[in-house]
């Protein structure tokens, strides 16, 4: 399993931004490089679902209703992923995970999670 640490998060007044940072503090860097990450989010009552993602060469991925809003960088110096949110809806709130794939690992690793809350 990785380890990873998540921060940021909070309550929003719709149309504010906020940033999500998670962090894998015990990762080698070669292990680092074979990595992807990114967030996923839960909102009660519905399932678990991507949010935006980043590989290993800086790949990019994002749900549709993110795109435009939402960006995912990475500092690869400092083992660090950066979901930056602008422009938060209250159907952006939810439960914030982090996660950790690789092709190293069996199972994918997650982070504690993070609340993220947009009042109208």
């Not at 929003?12 to 990114?38: E, F, K, N, Y």
């Not at 400092?78 to 949110?85: P, S, T």
């Not at 439960?95 to 109208?120: E, I, K």
Request: charged share 20%; aromatic share 10%.
């Amino acid at each position: 399993q990785i380890h990873l640490v998540e921060s940021g998060g909070g309550l929003v007044q719709a149309g504010g931004s906020l940033r999500l940072t998670c962090r894998a503090p015990r990762v080698i860097l070669s292990t680092w490089w074979t990595m992807t990450m990114g967030w996923y989010r839960q909102a009660p009552g519905k399932q678990r679902e991507l949010v935006a993602n980043i590989t290993n060469t800086g790949g990019t991925n994002y749900k549709d209703s993110t795109k435009g809003r939402f960006t995912i960088s990475k500092d690869n110096g400092k083992k660090m992923v950066y979901l930056d949110m602008s422009d938060l809806k209250p159907e952006d709130t939810a439960t914030y995970y982090c996660y950790a794939s690789s092709s190293l690992y069996v199972s994918t690793s997650w982070g504690q999670g993070t609340q993220v809350t947009v009042s109208s």
